[in-house]
């Protein structure tokens, strides 16, 4: 069987840390078919549409992508194509497992929780307009559909993987009807999941307690600034950004893509770590029943990592990304043990 994917290399350290996790996904001998297109500045040069409609067709068709990421311009420009894709295809789960891999020297060995981030409204619905000149509103969205059904996806991840504990992430004592109708949501779905413990944190209080001690929390459930926001710090558990893969989940279809932006930092340079991006076309292979290719990979990559000069830059190793793609690809053809194959499901 050949799976048809659309690929979306991205821009900045997209297209390096995209074209690694392709040459791994493609060593696994699985037949792959991808559609690629540019979105972004880039694609409006060649096709004068920030996502061709292309783009749009293909996803339509294949209800599959994997994605690096899309610069925005900041403090003008066009719209976030993250936050479109998200938006037009009803992705409406932002699912990112914070996981340490074995051998990553981390602050925080061990941790293990997922954030289950809304993806469609809150402020990234993007209403803003100036009142008068130096006031300028923008409108937070919460609804009770999109506030159930992101509720009902953690409960439902939490029933399938046996998870212990869901949190509502808020701060209803100060929006008191966009968080509070979130979170009276929350608490609804619930009460149909007797067996997992049901919390509600405040989301400053939520951070301090995510450094003092991560390993309280089990599930995130919350609305979309939180989570965007809340991710970026879990990633500092384990490893950085660098090792922290999403996926974006709606009825129709999924985008996997890491956690990271575009990096232009380090853009160009063959330094980017590909973990994060290879870590969600993990999700990806699990989400297309791939379970046997997914645990090859994961296996090969943590004997990889056994070695510290095997690592990149970011964690302190001299490695780069497509090296890491290289060593990955070898320890899949030389040292290969298969493992119990995973039935975790996300959707
Ligand atoms: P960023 O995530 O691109 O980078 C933050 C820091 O983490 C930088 O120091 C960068 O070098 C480092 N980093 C990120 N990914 C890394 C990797 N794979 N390996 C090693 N180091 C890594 O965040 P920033 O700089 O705030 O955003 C840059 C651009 O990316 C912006 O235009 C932003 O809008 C966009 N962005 C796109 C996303 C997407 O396409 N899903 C998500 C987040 C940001």
Redesign the pocket.
């Given at each position: 069987m050949t799976h048809k994917i659309t690929l979306i290399p991205?821009d900045?350290?997209?297209p390096e840390?995209t074209q690694a996790t392709v040459r791994i996904l493609e060593a696994t001998g699985i037949k792959f078919e991808w559609e690629q297109f540019a979105a972004g500045a880039e694609a409006f040069e060649k096709y004068h549409e920030y996502i061709p409609k292309e783009l749009t067709e293909s996803i339509e068709r294949t209800r599959v992508g994997l994605?690096?990421?899309?610069?925005?311009?900041?403090g003008g420009g066009f719209a976030?194509?993250?936050v479109q894709l998200r938006k037009q295809f009803e992705l409406y789960a932002n699912f990112r497992p914070i996981k340490n891999l074995p051998h990553i020297p981390t602050r925080y060995p061990g941790v293990d929780l997922f954030i289950v981030r809304e993806n469609t409204e809150g402020l990234y619905s993007g209403i803003e307009h100036e009142v008068v000149p130096g006031v300028v509103e923008s409108l937070k969205i919460i609804t009770e559909k999109a506030s159930t059904r992101i509720a009902k996806f953690a409960f439902e991840y939490a029933r399938k993987n046996k998870r212990k504990k869901i949190h509502a992430i808020h701060k209803a004592n100060i929006m008191k009807l966009s968080d509070g109708l979130f979170l009276r949501c929350s608490r609804n779905v619930s009460k149909d999941y007797p067996e997992i413990t049901y919390g509600e944190h405040i989301v400053d209080n939520t951070c301090m307690q995510l450094v003092m001690n991560p390993y309280q929390y089990d599930i995130l459930v919350m609305e979309n600034l939180y989570g965007d926001i809340i991710s970026?710090l879990c990633s500092a558990f384990v490893g950085?950004?660098?090792f922290v893969p999403g996926a974006n989940f709606g009825d129709q279809c999924a985008i996997f893509?890491?956690?990271?932006?575009?990096?232009?930092?380090?853009a160009g340079k063959d330094?980017?770590?590909?973990?994060?991006?290879l870590r969600s076309a993990l999700l990806m292979l699990d989400h297309l029943g791939e379970y046997e290719a997914s645990a090859r990979i994961t296996t090969a990559l943590e004997e990889v990592y056994r070695t510290k000069e095997k690592l990149?830059?970011?964690v302190g190793g001299s490695s780069g990304t497509s090296k890491i793609a290289d060593s990955v690809i070898e320890a899949m053809q030389s040292d290969y043990k298969p493992q119990p194959a995973s039935q975790a499901s996300t959707a």
């Open positions: 991205g900045g350290i997209g840390v994605k690096g990421p899309v610069t925005t311009p900041i976030s194509i993250n970026d950085g950004l660098g893509e890491a956690v990271h932006g575009s990096a232009p930092d380090i330094i980017a770590n590909p973990t994060a991006v990149t830059r970011d």
